[in-house]
Nanobody
Framework: QVQLVESGGGLVQPGGSLRLTCTASGRFFSRYVMSWFRQAPGKERELVAGTDRNGISKFYADSVKGRFTISRDNAKNLVALQMNSLKPEDTALYSC???????????????WGQGTQVTVSS
């Protein structure tokens, strides 16, 4: 497992941008698939973006495709989520998570950050 801490959340107007970062402590960050999840009040947690160990292969939920970009810097033990053209429905607690295997299910993520709140409102 690795220890994960998110930052960068806040209040932003619709159409605005925000960049979330997740920093990891531990020696083996590059071994993990990294993903961002979000959960809004009264809704189930959903996967919004993920990246493989080398940052080449990426996945995006349809709801954020074309607006969000996930990236990682293994030298800095960091994964980021650039969020553009934000919508009110993007409002949620965003958490990063680490998966120790190549093909991950939600249950396979064994490390989670505490989350950072993103609120999109006028």
């Amino acid at each position: 497992q690795v220890q994960l801490v998110e930052s960068g959340g806040g209040l932003v107007q619709p159409g605005g941008s925000l960049r979330l970062t997740c920093t990891a402590s531990g020696r083996f960050f590059s071994r993990y698939v990294m993903s961002w999840f979000r959960q809004a009040p009264g809704k189930e947690r959903e996967l919004v973006a993920g990246t493989d160990r080398n940052g080449i292969s990426k996945f995006y939920a349809d709801s954020v495709k074309g607006r969000f970009t996930i990236s990682r810097d293994n030298a800095k033990n960091l994964v980021a989520l650039q969020m553009n053209s934000l919508k009110p429905e993007d409002t949620a607690l965003y958490s990063c998570a680490a998966c120790p295997i190549v093909k991950c299910t939600t249950a396979a993520y064994d490390s989670w950050g505490q989350g950072t709140q993103v609120t999109v409102s006028s």
